[in-house]
Structures are given as structure tokens and as C-alpha cells.
Nanobody, 123 residues
């Protein structure tokens, strides 16, 4: 498994931006597709977006399209979630996850997870 540590969460006003980072260790990072998920209070965890092993392919949930961008640096073993135009409904704990080789929108396909970082968007 890959060890993952998220950072960058915090409190931001609606319309603002945050940049979340996920640092990976333990395995060959470039062998893993990376996903971002989030879990709002009282709700189930949901898919936000993923990036392929090379970074050439990204895919986003409708809620994230046009506002969020995922990128990765395989030389630094990091993946980033840039979030712009944040809304109060984006308030959640955000998790990065790793899936060996294949991209997926499905939570159960990911076998390595970070501990999460909290994002709060005030209105």
C-alpha cells in the first residue's frame, strides 16, 4: 500500500480558494491513479475527481467541474487538488486515495487512503 498524508485544509469564505496537497510514500507513486473524495457532516463519502498515473487524464464529479483541478508531480510524489470558487456546500473532510494502475470513481476500488483534511467554507 501507499502511505498518504493530506494537508492544506482550513477555513475560507465563499468564493475563495484552497489548495490541498497529498504526499505519498512507500510505493512507486507513478504506478497509482489518484482520487480525491470528500465527506460532509452526516453524509456519505463522495467522489470528487481522479487523475491518471501519468497525469494526462483527469475526471471530475459534476459538483467539481469547472472549479476544481487535480494535478500531480510524480517526481515529488504529490497530488494536488486546487479548489476555486468555493461554496458552503463544499464543506467536508477531503481525502486522497490511491488505486494501483487504474482510475476509478468508485470508493471501494481504492486501497490506500489518507487521514483527511478538513475544509470549511463560510457563507
Amino acid at each position: 500500500q501507499v502511505q498518504l498524508v493530506e494537508s492544506g485544509g482550513g477555513l475560507v469564505q465563499a468564493g475563495g480558494s484552497l489548495r490541498l496537497s497529498c504526499a505519498a510514500s512507500g510505493r512507486t507513486f507513478s504506478n497509482y491513479a489518484m482520487g480525491w473524495f470528500r465527506q460532509a457532516p452526516g453524509k456519505e463519502r463522495e467522489f470528487v475527481g481522479y487523475i491518471s498515473r501519468s497525469g494526462s487524464i483527469t475526471y471530475y464529479a459534476d459538483s467539481a467541474k469547472g472549479r476544481f483541478t487535480i494535478s500531480r508531480d510524480n517526481a515529488k510524489n504529490t497530488v494536488t487538488l486546487q479548489m476555486n470558487s468555493l461554496k458552503p456546500e463544499d464543506t467536508a473532510d477531503y481525502y486522497c486515495a490511491a488505486n494501483f494502475w487504474l482510475t476509478s470513481t468508485t470508493e471501494v476500488d481504492y486501497d490506500s487512503w489518507g487521514q483527511g483534511t478538513q475544509v470549511t467554507v463560510s457563507s
